[in-house]
C-alpha cells in the first residue's frame, strides 16, 4: 500500500519595505526623474521607488510584496 501526504501552504503576501541597506542607487541621465526613468519597469518588475520625483540618486527596492 502506498501512503501520499499531501502538504498544503497558505501563502499570505505581506507588504515589504527595504532597509537603507537593501536600496539598490542608480545614476540616472541628465534631465530626467527615477519615475521618468524607472517608473514603467519598476511597475512591471514589482518593486518600488523611494524617491521617484529625485533627478540624481535614485534609490529602487527590488520588492514590494512577499508573492
Request: hydrophobic share 35%; net charge negative.
Amino acid at each position: 500500500m502506498i501512503s501520499c501526504w499531501i502538504t498544503t501552504h497558505i501563502l499570505v503576501v505581506v507588504a515589504i519595505r527595504c532597509s537603507y541597506t537593501e536600496l539598490v542607487s542608480v545614476n540616472l541621465p541628465k534631465g530626467l526623474t527615477c519615475d521618468k526613468y524607472m517608473g514603467t519597469f519598476m511597475r512591471l518588475a514589482g518593486s518600488y521607488l523611494t524617491n521617484p520625483e529625485a533627478a540624481e540618486g535614485c534609490q529602487y527596492c527590488p520588492y514590494t510584496t512577499t508573492d
